[in-house]
């Protein structure tokens, strides 16, 4: 009833504020979109300048006002929105469904496109992503006007800017050459776009712009176009998406990030996108050992045109209305997970009910997060980069064991260490962003647990694989002696050099492969052992390995303790040469020179294996 009687009140004065998304590929300049539109700089707080989380703005009205006064057209009419919440989502692909959560949450995107590089991998996902929500988009070519190429930002094509101008001028006012220029540069993006199934033009020459997607040629470097991209998205939503927009007290809200702020305890980012909180509320949430059921203690938001994501001076309100990112405090939001919605529940049966909804909806996200018994730990500070972290680690075949957010605490080492019995590769924490305790950290160099710590992904990920391509070169080091490689040898009888101590002979690699330090025996005659390989030559060249199909000389000395044995005497050259092999060695070449080994060597190692009557 409370949902029909929302749907009444609901008109076309009355609109919320549209939730814009960014979108586009990394690095195209999306953040340093926004810090334009707020003249602020969290792109350089950024680690490595890379968006590692969702940030939500707000924009108020007086700000797009300002922002687009040197629009003429726009300025005539009213504008009835109250703002603009804008999302940013970071371009890197470790973060798609980052992405995605940023865009089930927006009524318009900002499609971010770099006029000099065109489409890239991201940015074509991000055009799928936007077409499957059927989510409407204006495309912002940024990047006119500067070319920066190994920090040498090259003012290349002459570009003149004008921020205070509408960018329609702005582009009429260039040299012809530089015009010429933008005109194929937009059109090669054009033709692109085209090829993505999308009709585009430039927003001053789209007739139909229910058809054709806008494109805006913007430079967050200069300012020139921001008026416009903006004066475009207000225009847009105020006339397409006017029924979309109305404003309704029904409330609509997703959790997007859990954070741990030191003097609030964990709080979370909530977009509302429609209806509004009040302190005093209860709300109902996911977590990850279940629904969270508990009451809101402060709301707070940052001052307009501020970040959520960079810690200012917030403010308190009493009532937050939609459409904004509000910071939620509240009890027992340890567990909560991102991602999800969240209700809230006016008596004990809505709780009820708003427990099973959220229990089900959690289900699906935790199934999807499957640990393997043996693996990596990873903790990560929200549940965003968590998920991209796991879907990175996925993407590399690096199995994860545990997962947790927030710090590294003792008790996630002694987790972590039990990996030390199994395979100690894995007794690894993978911390990502997250501070790592003091007392956590002495234990896990008492205990032998590596912890890696870092502010991008990839740094991560490359810390860790260079770890262990170290340990495993260590342990074929250690193992080096102990395994022993198939191979079995036929003697070439002409080449025959020294019969004994040391035996110097030629022989063809009939199958498997040859390694220096390879024991032989001779299987006909009562598997009598030879001595082992000290040397191979090939063309007068010594080599270390010799494969299938080679003809080579190789130099056999004897076993120590053991009396040499003699060509002629011992065996002759009817007899086939082979590695002798132990249960030992098998086990040595399995655990850690598996890669060294193909199909067909495996096959050469069973049949010596019955040969040698190994169990």
Request: glycine content about 6%; overall charge neutral; hydrophobic content about 40%.
């Amino acid at each position: 009833k409370r949902a029909e009687a929302a749907n009444k009140e609901r008109n076309l004065d009355n609109l919320r504020a549209p939730v814009v998304c960014v979108l586009g590929h990394v690095d195209t300049g999306k953040t340093k979109i926004l810090d334009k539109l707020r003249r602020t700089n969290v792109q350089d707080g950024e680690a490595g300048g890379i968006t590692q989380q969702i940030g939500a703005t707000n924009v108020p009205k007086d700000a797009i006002l300002d922002k687009t006064k040197m629009c003429k057209e726009f300025t005539k009419q009213e504008l009835k929105l109250p703002g603009l919440l804008i999302i940013d989502t970071p371009g890197h692909e470790s973060f798609s469904n980052l992405r995605v959560r940023g865009t089930s949450l927006c009524d318009i995107a900002i499609l971010v496109i770099d006029i000099m590089h065109g489409l890239e991998p991201q940015t074509i996902e991000s055009i799928n992503l936007l077409k499957e929500r059927k989510t409407p988009f204006v495309v912002a070519l940024n990047k006119v006007g500067y070319w920066s190429c190994c920090g040498l930002i090259l003012f290349f094509f002459s570009w003149k800017p004008q921020p205070m101008a509408d960018v329609q001028n702005t582009v009429k006012k260039q040299t012809p050459h530089t015009k010429a220029e933008f005109d194929e540069r937009a059109q090669q993006v054009i033709v692109q776009l085209a090829t993505e199934g999308l009709n585009a033009a430039l927003f001053y020459e789209n007739k139909n712009p229910r058809e054709y997607v806008s494109l805006v040629p913007t430079s967050a470097h200069s300012g020139d176009g921001m008026g416009n991209l903006v004066a475009l998205i207000c225009e847009l939503c105020q006339s397409m998406l006017a029924k979309k927009l109305m404003y309704s007290p029904d409330l609509q809200a997703v959790v997007m990030e859990v954070k741990a702020i030191t003097g609030m305890g964990t709080t979370i980012d909530v977009i509302l996108i429609n209806g509004a909180l009040n302190e005093g509320d209860t709300i109902v949430l996911a977590g990850t050992e279940g629904p969270i059921v508990t009451q809101i203690r402060g709301l707070l938001m940052p001052q307009p045109m501020k970040e959520l994501r960079v810690k200012n001076q917030y403010e308190h309100f009493k009532t937050v209305k939609a459409a904004q990112g509000v910071k939620v405090i509240a009890k027992d939001l340890e567990k909560a997970l991102a991602g999800l919605p969240l209700y809230v529940a006016h008596d004990a049966d809505e709780k009820e009910y708003y427990k099973e909804e959220v229990a089900a909806v959690l289900k699906e996200t935790l199934e999807s997060i499957k640990v393997q018994e043996r693996g990596v730990f990873v903790q990560a500070s929200t549940l965003g980069s968590l998920e991209a972290l796991l879907e990175f680690l996925k993407t590399s075949e690096i199995p994860y064991a545990g997962i947790g957010i927030g710090p590294v605490h003792k008790k996630d080492i002694m987790r972590a260490s039990v990996m030390l019995e199994h395979d100690s590769q894995y007794a690894v924490i993978l911390a990502f962003d997250v501070k790592v305790e003091r007392e956590a950290q002495e234990l896990a160099e008492n205990l032998g647990v590596r912890i890696f710590t870092a502010d991008i992904i990839y740094h991560l990920f490359d810390a860790f694989m260079k770890f262990r391509d170290d340990l495993k070169r260590k342990r074929q080091e250690e193992f080096k002696h102990i395994a022993v490689f198939p191979c079995k040898l036929r003697i070439l009888p002409q080449f025959i050099f020294n019969s004994r101590d040391p035996i110097v002979i030629g022989v063809s690699v009939e199958a498997g492969f040859l390694k220096e330090g390879t024991p032989l025996c001779v299987p006909s005659k009562e598997f009598i052992d030879i001595g082992r390989v000290t040397s191979i030559e090939m063309n007068h060249k010594p080599v270390e390995i010799a494969r299938q199909g080679q003809e080579i000389c190789i130099k056999i000395m004897p076993l120590p303790g053991e009396a040499p044995k003699m060509f002629g005497r011992h065996f002759d050259e009817t007899d086939l040469l082979v590695s002798k092999i132990s249960r030992q060695s098998i086990d040595a070449v399995k655990d850690h020179f598996r890669e060294e080994m193909t199909k067909s060597d495996w096959k050469l190692m069973v049949e010596l294996k019955k040969q040698f009557e190994i169990l």
